[in-house]
């Protein structure tokens, strides 16, 4: 058995007062724009038979102006509710009868169904149910039968419930200020557990974690874990923020801890005997942590080439194992040269004759030229703040070495780097 | 044969089944392929030689054959010198290729022992090719015994460059570099043009390789 609350323009200043009112009831309700729909099966034992349900729901909404209908199944209570005033109840198999005067709006039919039925003279449940569902499938098809069923009251459906939001967060009031990462890696253990717990139950995973610490001096501190790839496996996020926190300390005591994972469907892999080696996505966030602590910020990731003329321009990106293709190999008689950069260049005397290098001298790099080849000219980003313009030079040295120098305006010279 | 004769025999018998136990990665290099197979896998790889011998070449194209295979690469640079212009013409993908840039030698030996340590890399460089020999004397020999153990058991090829060996017996394989000449082309001397430079590979490990390897490497 189903029982519709029904209030005639509801108000949005209304709604929580419905909801608590279908709540009290049962948890299986389905709410829409008007009305909420409520199972009470099982609610027998309470409060009686249906009347005495009805009866109790229509105290319970008594002052929000509300209507209910009690009816075997969803459509024939909110058909019910939105007919007739006050409180309806329907017995189980009377539905067709109880119904038949409501007009054929209440089924809502679409525009051009509504037409047919309405030039067919069909203006009442009791003459749309009095039509053969034979001849009522062939003229209007099945979206027909079904509105045919409902305007006999016979149409069964399950109810369909709100998606139950689910807040992933834990937090923590401190009884004493805590100052040292030890201590509050105990606490954010125990948080962890519980919010991965929580993921665990509902078959969802974090790509996303959320630190609060409100310190001593009333400031907020925020960190952000993010991940580009979902689990919940509490250590992997207890190691990230234990990297993080030692990296980028709050720099006062902290009072209360707060933390919050934002929910993600779970990766599904599927691995294969023949696929390439390689990192586990969780190992491999936890060493490129534990690698940036040493080597800072920035310092590690994948290359990019950035599509400008400036001549080995390059930004590091975050590495992630992205998927590999097909493995294929390469080989050659001849493996290209490759230079090694000096970073910063070398700062380097060269003597020239008529703008040739005849000899340098730089830290590590001296002696006599044996072959130059150049100059080539390059320049760019005239209009940036940051315009570049040398000539470059590739030079042997007669002590060996075969190097890549720059000379920029005025006349000052640098060793790029070293043919390798 | 007396008790000298006898350990050396038995030492290079040692070094023989050790070296038939190793999987071997291809370089890419078909001269250095044909003679040697390429470089082992699951131990460490030595290279060393001075400037301009060609060992960053060697590693490129190294790493361009095995992100061809579709694994991934970490390079772990002591001097931030490597470039990855380079790396992209010779044919490495670099979204497969991690780099570290550092500015001590502890932050890279750290840094490559975490990576041998995490697993699942197909070729570790340690690139110590600008680090000064006296710097690196003071590093422990345990340390490269570490590295050894924790490489032994994985399929990664963990690769050292350096001015000299600082692996030494650690190392399944030590290859020498030593420069060759420059290639130029252009008649006159004021418009000649860098080709390329011939490399000579020397395997000193494993003892059994008496081979000297000519490369010549092209410019782009």
């Known amino acids: 058995m189903y029982a519709c609350i029904y209030i005639p323009g509801l108000a949005d200043a209304q709604i929580p007062a419905l909801r608590e009112?279908?709540?009290?009831?049962?948890?299986?309700?389905?709410?829409?724009?008007?009305?909420?729909?409520?199972?009470?099966?099982?609610?027998?034992?309470?409060?009686?038979?249906?009347?005495?349900?009805?009866?109790?729901?229509?105290?319970?909404?008594?002052?929000l102006g509300a209507r209910v209908g009690v009816a075997a199944n969803p459509h024939a209570a909110v058909a019910a509710a939105r007919g007739f005033s006050g409180l309806t109840v329907i017995p189980?198999?009377?539905?067709?009868?109880?119904?038949?005067?409501?007009?054929?709006?209440?089924?809502?039919?679409e525009q051009e169904m509504r037409e047919t039925l309405e030039s067919w003279g069909i203006r009442t449940f009791a003459d749309l149910a009095a039509l053969p569902e034979t001849g009522i499938a062939e003229r209007l098809g099945t979206a027909g039968v079904r509105l045919r069923r409902m305007a006999c009251g016979a149409e069964q459906r399950p109810l369909i419930r709100d998606k139950d939001e689910f807040v992933f967060?834990?937090?923590?009031?401190?009884?004493?200020?805590?100052e040292l990462l030890e201590p509050l890696l105990f606490v954010l253990s125990r948080l962890l557990n519980d919010i991965c717990g929580a993921l665990s139950t509902q078959s969802l995973a974090a790509n996303e974690l959320e630190l609060l610490l409100n310190l001593e001096d009333g400031r907020e501190f925020t960190r952000t874990i993010c991940l580009p790839f979902a689990t919940r496996d509490?250590?992997?996020?207890?190691?990230?923020?234990?990297?993080?926190?030692?990296?980028?300390?709050?720099?006062?005591?902290?009072?209360?801890?707060?933390?919050?994972?934002?929910?993600?469907?779970?990766?599904?892999?599927?691995?294969?005997?023949?696929?390439?080696?390689?990192?586990?996505?969780?190992?491999?966030?936890?060493?490129?942590?534990?690698?940036?602590?040493?080597?800072?910020?920035?310092?590690?990731?994948?290359?990019?080439?950035?599509?400008?003329?400036?001549?080995g321009a390059f930004q590091l990106t975050r590495f992630s194992a992205p998927e590999t293709k097909s493995p294929?190999?390469?080989?050659?008689?001849?493996?290209?040269?490759?230079?090694?950069?000096?970073?910063?260049?070398?700062?380097?005397?060269?003597?020239?004759?008529?703008?040739?290098?005849?000899?340098?001298?730089?830290?590590g790099v001296n002696g006599s030229v044996a072959v130059y080849a150049g100059p080539w000219r390059t320049s760019g980003d005239w209009m940036t703040p940051q315009p570049w313009s040398y000539d470059e030079w590739d030079v042997a040295l007669e002590s060996g070495g075969v190097y890549r120098l720059r000379r920029q305006p005025p006349n000052e010279w640098f060793v790029e780097g070293n043919y390798d | 044969?007396?008790?000298?004769?006898?350990?050396?025999?038995?030492?290079?018998?040692?070094?023989?089944?050790?070296?038939?136990d190793y999987v071997?990665?291809?370089?890419?290099?078909?001269?250095?392929?044909?003679?040697?197979?390429?470089?082992?896998?699951?131990?460490?790889?030595?290279?060393?030689?001075?400037?301009?011998?060609?060992?960053?070449?060697?590693?490129?194209?190294?790493?361009?054959?095995?992100?061809?295979?579709?694994?991934?690469?970490?390079?772990?640079?002591?001097?931030?010198?490597?470039?990855?212009?380079?790396?992209a013409t010779a044919g490495t993908d670099l979204r497969q290729l991690l780099w570290v840039r550092c500015s001590r030698v502890e932050e890279a030996i750290r840094s490559a022992d975490l990576l041998v340590h995490s697993g699942g890399w197909g070729l570790i460089v340690l690139d110590l090719s600008d680090v000064k020999p006296e710097m690196m004397r003071k590093v422990p020999v345990s340390y490269w015994y570490r590295f050894k153990r924790a490489v032994e058991n994985s399929p990664a090829t963990f690769?050292?460059?350096?001015?000299?060996?600082?692996?030494?017996?650690?190392?399944?394989?030590?290859?020498?570099?030593?420069?060759?000449k420059a290639v130029w082309s252009g008649a006159h001397r004021d418009f000649q043009l860098l080709r390329g430079m011939d490399l000579d590979v020397i395997p000193r490990r494993p003892v059994r390789s008496h081979v000297r390897v000519h490369l010549h490497s092209r410019a782009c």
Request: proline fraction near 9%; aromatic fraction near 4%.
């Open chain 1, 21 to 63: 009112c279908a709540d009290a009831f049962s948890p299986n309700v389905e709410y829409s724009e008007e009305w909420a729909v409520i199972d009470i099966r099982g609610l027998s034992k309470l409060y009686g038979p249906p009347e005495s349900i009805g009866k109790a729901i229509a105290q319970r909404v008594a002052g």
């Open chain 1, 92 to 109: 189980p198999g009377e539905e067709g009868s109880a119904l038949s005067t409501l007009p054929l709006d209440l089924l809502a039919p």
């Open chain 1, 169 to 178: 967060e834990a937090g923590m009031e401190l009884d004493h200020c805590v």
């Open chain 1, 234 to 311: 509490a250590q992997t996020f207890l190691k990230l923020l234990q990297y993080d926190l030692a990296a980028h300390p709050p720099n006062a005591p902290i009072v209360a801890v707060h933390l919050r994972a934002i929910p993600v469907q779970p990766r599904v892999v599927q691995g294969g005997l023949f696929v390439p080696l390689a990192p586990q996505p969780e190992k491999l966030e936890l060493t490129l942590a534990r690698i940036t602590a040493l080597v800072g910020e920035g310092n590690a990731g994948s290359p990019e080439l950035i599509d400008t003329h400036r001549p």
């Open chain 1, 328 to 363: 294929q190999s390469i080989t050659c008689a001849e493996p290209r040269l490759a230079i090694r950069i000096y970073r910063p260049p070398l700062p380097a005397k060269v003597l020239a004759l008529e703008g040739r290098p005849q000899r340098v001298n730089a830290l």
């Open chain 2, 1 to 20: 044969m007396d008790r000298s004769a006898l350990a050396a025999h038995l030492r290079t018998k040692v070094q023989l089944q050790q070296q038939l």
């Open chain 2, 24 to 87: 071997y990665a291809p370089t890419g290099i078909l001269g250095f392929d044909s003679q040697t197979g390429g470089v082992p896998r699951g131990a460490i790889t030595e290279i060393c030689g001075p400037a301009s011998s060609g060992k960053t070449t060697f590693l490129h194209a190294l790493m361009a054959n095995l992100c061809a295979k579709g694994e991934f690469c970490a390079v772990v640079d002591a001097t931030d010198s490597f470039d990855p212009v380079s790396a």
């Open chain 2, 159 to 180: 690769l050292v460059l350096g001015l000299e060996p600082y692996a030494k017996n650690c190392a399944a394989m030590s290859l020498e570099l030593q420069p060759g």
